[in-house]
């Protein structure tokens, strides 16, 4: 089972840049597509982005299109969120997530197998 460690939340001004970085662990790390979730508080846990194994392909919730960039190191067994003009409704806590199987992209809560602790970004307006 992978586990994903997150890093990179923290406080910004509307407008503003940050960028998530999730490490991964195990030895079939590429294999692995991998994807970021956010939960708002009293709201469900959403999609956000999912890369496929070999960083080829992308997907990202309509919300974000055009202003996040998901990207992946494969040499260094890390996924990375890059999250430009941002909004306050972007305020939540962020997962990093992978899927049960390697076959799948974690597009929905239910095809997640591995959830990271989280980390929370806060925008300000």
């Known amino acids: 089972q992978v586990q994903l460690v997150e890093s990179g939340g923290g406080l910004v001004q509307a407008g503003g840049s940050l960028r998530l970085s999730c490490v991964a662990s195990?030895?079939?790390?590429?294999?692995?597509?991998l994807g970021w979730f956010y939960q708002a508080p009293g709201k469900e846990r959403e999609f956000v982005a999912a890369i496929s194994g070999s960083g080829a392909n992308t997907y990202y919730a309509d919300s974000v299109n055009g202003r996040f960039t998901i990207s992946r190191d494969n040499d260094k067994n890390t996924v990375y969120l890059q999250m430009n003009s941002l909004k306050p409704e972007d305020t939540a806590v962020y997962f990093c997530?992978?899927?049960?199987?390697?076959?799948?992209?974690?597009?929905?809560?239910?095809?997640?197998?591995?959830w990271g602790q989280g980390t929370q970004v806060t925008v300000s307006s």
């Open positions: 195990g030895p079939t790390f590429t294999r692995y597509a």
């Open positions: 997530a992978a899927p049960r199987m390697p076959i799948q992209i974690p597009r929905s809560p239910p095809t997640v197998g591995s």
